[in-house]
């Protein structure tokens, strides 16, 4: 069994049978729930609804207010995902791991900056106040859920990583020269992965609009875009800790950190050198192949645990004259590089574009991007910068995200001036 800060994961050679048990759960459950309502749902300072097949939520004000509307329009779909997560991570053992190993963790080792602390404080005060007692009751644990356990549940992906593939273009492959990129997030299917998507729609009181596509409760970057057309992505690699304290000390969540670069980094020439100063200063728990991108250039951080080799942070660029970039799961800098079929299906059709002078749109961008999903793929997202527009695709009960036809969307859907974000 692996360790993952304390807590025993299963081998990934488990997690496709686990995968096909939690869907068949699934639809044994019948998931139909409110992830498919049509109407609109407000509060102070958000409100609910659907565009073309995909929620959108729309969050504004301070960074507690904008946790409130989370909590307040999501709470009994927080508080049921809650319940999976915290069952899976407690286990049967006695005493169980999550009460031993995952909230120590979250009390005494990780780093909390403040305004994400305030996002989450407001977000357990809008479930408190949406949601009665006795659904707010931990089953595993026998106690009702508290703010530790938000927390918690944010950390899950840092126990049980997710897998993902992303792939960007731009200058001469793309016919606006502007950067088009697709990403899909794999992630083993549960319930609270397969019935709460939700793209999150941030217009913060005190600077810059972002969007996550993200499930409900689940705060930070996974797949995160920001106004100016950065965008962040996660993509987990295992690598094992080489340093005494590396499962002892501090940490922050990469989520964290990665909404932290989405929001402070500027395209420009000094991008990725800030980029990879960011990364440095944040110590992580997992490794990761951190892809962000601009309108003009991307990179992939290699990012992990272990900083006495170059600071926690080895940066990958694509070679001189080289207008593409791909990632999965695995590094190719920081230690010898291990096959991927996925990798090397998206490198051949970039490879292949590039020579033969052929240029990438949205639609030509979803062909690459799906080609490297999988059962296992929960959202796939597909970007164009030029225009700030998104096809966008969500998992189903046994429908990965890549078998369904993709919505169209733009960044208008997200904030558009009649909503009282813009007021």
């Known amino acids: 069994m692996k360790q993952t800060f304390g807590i025993t994961r299963a081998p990934r050679r488990v997690l496709p049978l686990f995968v096909l048990f939690s869907l068949l759960v699934a639809f044994a459950c019948g998931l139909t729930a409110s992830a498919a309502e049509q109407c609109k749902t407000r509060c102070a300072n958000g409100e609910l609804l659907e565009k073309n097949g995909i929620r959108i939520l729309r969050v504004w004000g301070t960074p507690e207010e904008m946790g409130y509307a989370q909590g307040r329009l999501l709470g009994e779909e927080i508080m049921a995902s809650a319940n999976e997560v915290v069952g899976l991570m407690a286990f049967k053992d006695k005493p169980n791991p999550y009460e031993t190993q995952v909230l120590p963790a979250v009390r005494d080792r990780l780093i909390k900056p403040p305004a994400v602390e305030a996002e989450v404080a407001g977000l357990y005060r809008g479930v408190k106040d949406s949601v009665p007692p006795e659904k707010r009751y931990l089953k595993a644990l026998k106690r009702e859920a508290t703010v530790d356990d938000i927390w918690a549940i944010n950390l899950f992906s840092e126990w049980s990583g997710l897998?993902?593939?992303?792939?960007?273009?731009?200058?001469?492959?793309?016919?606006?020269?502007?950067?088009?990129?697709?990403?899909?997030?794999?992630?083993?299917?549960?319930?609270?992965?397969?019935?709460?998507?939700?793209a999150v729609a941030r217009a913060p009181k005190d600077g810059k609009k972002w969007v996550s596509f993200t499930w409900s409760g689940l705060l930070g970057c996974y797949t995160g875009f920001e106004e100016s057309g950065v965008v962040s992505l996660v993509h987990d690699v295992g690598v094992r800790a080489t340093e005494p304290d590396a499962d002892t000390r501090k940490f922050i969540s990469r989520h964290a950190v990665f909404q932290r670069a989405l929001l402070e980094l500027q395209d420009g020439p000094a991008f990725v050198e800030n980029a990879a100063a960011l990364l440095r200063g944040c110590p992580a728990v997992?490794?990761?192949?951190?892809?962000?991108?601009?309108?003009?250039?991307?990179?992939?951080?290699?990012?992990?645990?272990?900083?006495?080799?170059?600071?926690?942070?080895?940066?990958?660029?694509?070679?001189?004259?080289?207008?593409?970039?791909?990632?999965?799961?695995?590094?190719?800098?920081?230690?010898?590089?291990?096959?991927?079929?996925r990798y090397a299906v998206l490198e051949k059709q970039l490879t292949e574009a590039a020579a033969g002078g052929k240029q990438i749109d949205k639609a030509e961008m979803w062909k690459v991007i799906t080609q490297a999903s999988q059962f296992a793929t929960l959202h796939t997202v597909v970007f164009d910068s030029s225009d700030r527009s998104f096809l966008v695709s969500c998992a189903g009960v046994m429908l990965p995200a890549h078998r369904k036809q993709p919505a169209e969307l733009r960044w208008e859907d997200f904030f558009p001036e009649n909503t009282a974000a813009e007021r």
């Open 163 to 198: 897998m993902c593939s992303t792939a960007a273009c731009w200058g001469p492959m793309t016919q606006s020269g502007k950067t088009a990129l697709g990403r899909n997030l794999d992630y083993t299917a549960i319930k609270a992965t397969v019935s709460t998507h939700v």
């Open 286 to 341: 997992r490794g990761s192949n951190h892809f962000l991108a601009t309108p003009t250039q991307a990179v992939v951080m290699e990012y992990d645990q272990n900083s006495s080799k170059e600071g926690g942070v080895t940066v990958r660029t694509p070679p001189q004259g080289q207008n593409w970039l791909v990632t999965t799961n695995h590094y190719r800098l920081r230690r010898k590089p291990d096959n991927c079929g």
